[in-house]
């Protein structure tokens, strides 16, 4: 009676096992192999985002699945947009010119997520994309709205 009982508890923990080393190494995938953020376009612009909906930006043009509103940026300085980033949890930050690209890893799979913004005169054109997967299931979106009511603060002061 007891065998039959330990095989089954031995498949569930090497099924638990091996899925969790699964999504470990998904994780791991998903920041190696130097693929990063697109960059700004030879036209200056933001990259559209792909098919799946697990990107949102201010450049996207007719596409209602992906559009987000632009930054509202005002007299505020990239320091203070870093600052503003770094507060909603991106890290990595590099600026070049008019240019900011930061990285966002997710607690538990460690997926990482790019954020780039580009000033266009007193906005800041966004995009928010998952490198990884289907759906984000909003996160991106979320991000973009955390960080508009971060900058909005600041250029109430």
């Not at 930006?57 to 509202?72: I, K, Q």
């Not at 949890?89 to 010119?97: K, L, M, N, P």
């Not at 991106?140 to 955390?146: D, P």
């Amino acid at each position: 009676m007891k065998r039959p009982v330990l095989a089954s508890l031995s498949i569930v923990l090497l099924v638990v096992v091996i899925g969790l080393g699964a999504f470990a190494l998904l994780g791991w995938w998903s920041q190696a192999g130097g693929y990063g953020a697109p960059g700004l376009q030879p036209d200056g612009r933001l990259a559209s985002c792909a098919p799946a909906p697990n990107c949102v930006c201010s450049e996207a043009g007719g596409d209602e699945e992906h559009a987000v509103v632009p930054l509202a940026a005002g007299a505020v300085d990239w320091t203070e947009v870093a600052d503003a980033v770094r507060a909603v949890g991106g890290g990595g930050i590099i600026v070049e010119g008019d240019y900011l690209h930061a990285t966002f890893t997710s607690r538990i799979f460690r997926f990482t997520d790019d954020l780039e913004l580009r000033r266009d005169g007193e906005y800041l054109q966004v995009r928010s994309a998952s490198r990884v997967g289907h759906s984000d299931l909003g996160a991106n979106r979320k991000r973009v709205e955390a960080l508009r009511r971060l900058l909005t603060a600041s250029t109430r002061r």
